[in-house]
């Protein structure tokens, strides 16, 4: 299973940026998805998670500003960053639990990141 990210790039303080992550690969079932933000020196942080009945978590810092959306059709997952401020630089990367029988344990696997950086 193979996570691809797009979308990144350079934005300035209150603009936005639309992150998309298609999955590809074998897999029975795609479950929780989310994003994960990583600052130079930080630990990865979470940003968003959406559970498979859509259900949504957010840090509380993108609380209001940031939306995580997936269409489930054709595999992918959405990080929409609205007034975006020079805190919200980092690597973002997208990240999925999938299975690959209705009855398998629940495997994790990440994307290769894409660079967000908010001027100021």
């Known amino acids: 299973v193979q996570l691809v990210e797009s979308g990144g790039g350079l934005v300035q303080a209150g603009g936005s940026l639309k992150l998309s992550c298609a999955a590809s690969g074998s897999f029975f079932r795609l479950n929780t998805m989310g994003w994960f933000h990583q600052a130079p020196g930080e630990q990865r942080e979470l940003v968003a998670r959406?559970?498979?009945?859509?259900?949504?978590k957010y840090l509380d810092s993108v609380k209001g500003r940031f939306s995580i959306s997936r269409d489930n059709a054709n595999n992918m997952v959405y990080l929409q960053m609205n007034s975006l401020k020079p805190d919200d630089t980092a690597v973002y990367y997208c990240?999925?639990?999938?299975?690959?029988?209705?009855?398998?344990?629940?495997?994790?696997?990440w994307g290769q990141g894409t660079q967000v950086t908010v001027s100021s």
């Open positions: 959406i559970f498979a009945g859509a259900t949504t």
């Open positions: 990240n999925a639990e999938f299975q690959t029988s209705s009855t398998s344990l629940q495997y994790d696997v």
